[in-house]
T-cell receptor, first 115, second 113 residues
Framework: GAVVSQHPSWVICKSGTSVKIECRSL??????MFWYRQFPKKSLMLMAT?????????EQGVEKDKFLINHASLTLSTLTVTSAHPEDSSFYIC???????????FGPGTRLLVL | DAKTTQPNSMESNEEEPVHLPCNHS???????IHWYRQLPSQGPEYVIH???SNVNNRMASLAIAEDRKSSTLILHRATLRDAAVYYC??????????????FGKGTHLIIQP
């Protein structure tokens, strides 16, 4: 099956700093990538959808100026949490699809802890 | 996406079959039935999907009711590695791969050794 990687797998940062998370599709070209967030004991919540070369579409309630998404190539999307605060601590998961498939392939997730 | 209803949790013994039910009474004619699972501290992984006919792959089988208002994911011989949260999700075929997934609470499957 298709492989999606994320880096880093976990990060601890101080409040007020910015954190960048990378999502890569390793063996296929991802026309669309998605970013999800999952709080402890909760389900995944879709944050945004990004298509290569265009601006991301954010879900209602997700601040686009706080969660910057860049999908510069068909194999890489980045999520930058700007001015992180403790309430941003969560498990961030990306997924990718080639567009012609119904299946989404998920990364292993990035656990963010903001102190 | 139309709503699905799953039991909060189920328990099964190792090496026995597991039947995970999902109700989707408001399913539309263009909705595919998808199953994903999430192992502890990992991202979800695709399990199987179908439209009308029963489907089999190396991981599981998907049995779809004739009226499509319910479906059952079947793990033929559960192992401890199958302990996970299983999500049943409906996806409109018209949207294709363009839309994100809407995850419900899923079923927490517990496997007893």
């Amino acid at each position: 099956g298709a492989v999606v990687s994320q880096h880093p797998s976990w990060v601890i940062c101080k409040s007020g700093t910015s954190v960048k998370i990378e999502c890569r599709s390793l063996d296929f070209q991802a026309t669309t990538m998605f970013w999800y967030r999952q709080f402890p004991k909760k389900s995944l919540m879709l944050m945004a959808t990004s298509n290569e070369g265009s601006k991301a579409t954010y879900e209602q309630g997700v601040e686009k100026d706080k969660f910057l998404i860049n999908h510069a190539s068909l194999t890489l999307s980045t999520l930058t949490v700007t001015s992180a605060h403790p309430e941003d601590s969560s498990f961030y998961i990306c997924s990718a699809t080639s567009g012609r498939r119904e299946t989404q392939y998920f990364g292993p997730g990035t656990r963010l802890l903001v102190l | 996406d139309a709503k699905t209803t799953q039991p909060n949790s189920m328990e099964s013994n190792e090496e026995e079959p597991v039947h995970l039910p999902c109700n989707h009474s408001t399913i539309s004619g263009t909705d595919y039935i998808h199953w994903y699972r999430q192992l502890p501290s990992q991202g979800p992984e695709y399990v199987i999907h179908g439209l009308t006919s029963n489907v089999n792959n190396r991981m599981a089988s998907l049995a779809i009711a004739e009226d499509r208002k319910s479906s059952t994911l079947i793990l033929h011989r559960a192992t401890l590695r199958d302990a996970a949260v299983y999500y049943c999700i409906l996806r409109d075929v018209i949207g294709g791969g363009a839309d994100g997934l809407t995850f419900g609470k899923g079923t927490h499957l517990i496997i007893q050794p």
